[in-house]
């Protein structure tokens, strides 16, 4: 098995536990490599990989299973590298809440024996693919969210949108979320939108902070093509793509469709997302 490794290199308490992951890989005979950046943490934490071969994360080699070392957001990160590949992604989990991930960093042996027997399941993820008008943007996809954001300034954006061709409402407040059902736990659940099962066919409209009572969150399917043209007192907006950032003249549009591919996730094999809501939301305590 080859395993590209992904990690969060700001986690030097928690080098320990990586160097005893990256043993367990190299004892069962796994071919390990490391994002270059990465790679260079491990260096100068000391535990011994300068004979792993590194790799630049814009050319990712071809593996059977990428690896994610940190919490949601270094998922993300890996899920973005990945792009349209289709390579399994497990998380380790060393954040503080590891929503996406599979295991505990301390689950390490475990988890390496699990993935050599093909003891463990792939989801297949709704992603969401963006453009802006004319704006270039290197990674136009998301496995969470997109989201309308103000930009340094405290103006009411008002959001005009639409769903396939097919007008919806002016939203006005400070944001409107696109989210998958993957992401219905994360912005979209901080604003009040609803959790949705990951194997659900739809996104959520969210908005933020609306001016109006009568705008609440919407499910709709994943089929609808949703355009949304900002305009603002202030010159721009901030467009959110999975937490990275990029500045929209006012006046232009947004369009969020459904991506051509999906992110597959890795899940311990009996794992539900019912077990997920109980065990890290705490859902029902």
Not at 155 to 182: C, F
């Amino acid at each position: 098995m080859k395993i590209a490794i992904f990690g969060n290199e700001y986690q030097p308490q928690h080098a320990q536990g990586i160097s005893r992951l990256l043993w367990a890989l190299q004892k069962n005979g796994v071919e390990t490599m490391i994002e270059i950046k990465f790679h260079s943490f491990l260096v100068e934490e000391g535990l011994g990989v300068e004979e792993l071969p590194a790799f630049d994360a814009g050319s990712m080699p071809q593996v059977d299973m990428a690896m994610s070392l940190g919490g949601d957001g270094t998922f993300l990160t890996t899920v973005m590298w990945v792009g349209n590949r289709q390579t399994p992604i497990v998380g380790i989990n060393t954040g503080h809440l590891g929503y996406l991930t599979a295991y505990r960093l301390d689950e390490a042996e475990t988890a390496v024996a699990q993935l050599l027997a093909g003891d463990y399941s792939v989801e297949a993820r709704t992603m969401l693919e963006v453009k802006c008008d004319d704006l270039e943007i290197r990674h136009p996809y998301a496995l969470n969210e997109i989201a309308i954001l103000r930009h340094d300034t405290s103006a009411m954006l008002k959001m005009r949108t639409s769903l396939s061709d097919i007008e919806l409402t002016t939203y006005q407040g400070d944001g409107l979320i696109v989210s998958t059902p993957t992401g219905s736990t994360a912005y979209n659940l901080s604003a009040g939108g609803p959790i949705i099962s990951p194997a659900a066919q739809c996104v959520v409209l969210s908005p933020l902070s609306p001016h109006s009572l009568t705008m609440r969150p919407l499910v709709v399917p994943d089929e609808a093509v949703v355009s949304i043209t900002t305009h603002s007192r202030a010159a721009s907006y901030q467009m959110s793509i999975d937490g990275e950032v990029h500045v929209c003249p006012e006046g232009t549009t947004v369009t969020v469709r459904k991506a051509p591919f999906q992110a597959m996730v890795v899940q311990p094999r009996g794992r539900h997302f019912a077990m997920a809501l109980r065990e890290k939301l705490l859902w029902g305590t």
